[in-house]
């Protein structure tokens, strides 16, 4: 048998719920239910004092109101200590004036990781990979997206993204690509004949029977 296959990383999968979990956290000892009735964006990092991690938080710490603002919390993740992510945070906030105000997990056991497929053999055995999981308030895993180790993320996009999800939740809609709020929605295509002969009379704007859009 192929032992890559043996050792492959655990994945989590969509629409299913996210793994459970109880991990010590620079806020304390944390658990996926305590979030539970919010959105939450937990994201993974290489490591600590690094410097494409460090741009990434700062972006991240500079955007945590408006994460909450929309019912959503932020959570980190990496294979580091407690005392590392608080010296980390304490350096951060010396040398760039940003402050961390979000918990992040020390998972030095590689046990939240392993769950969540953090560990890609392929890019380190040791280290987290850029990884983002979007849960929610349900604690269902909606949305996950992983980056290279070189290359840092947007966080402008998990920001649209919550959003997105959110109004499609509420309004049983899609939305299309780069949506941003007020923009117009995407209406369910219909799924049978009688019903797409019906659609283009249906106060739509529609380019044709499978492509309506509204505004909301």
Known sequence: MNNDVVNAPSMPRLNEPAPAFSAPTTHGVKTLDDFKGKWLVLFSHPADFTPVCTT??????RRHAEFQAIGCELLGLSIDSTY???AWERNIKEK????????IIADLSMQVAKAYGMIQPGASDT??????????PQGILRAMVYYPMS????IDEFVRLVKAMQTSDKHKVATPENWQPGDKVIVPPPGTAEAAEARMNEGYECSD???CTKSL
């Open 56 to 61: 990434e938080f700062i972006a991240f710490a």
């Open 84 to 86: 590392s992510h608080i």
């Open 96 to 103: 760039f004036g940003v402050e961390i105000r979000f918990p």
């Open 127 to 136: 280290s987290a990979v850029r990884a983002t999981f979007i849960i929610d």
């Open 151 to 154: 290359n840092g993320r947007s």
């Open 209 to 211: 029977w499978y492509y």
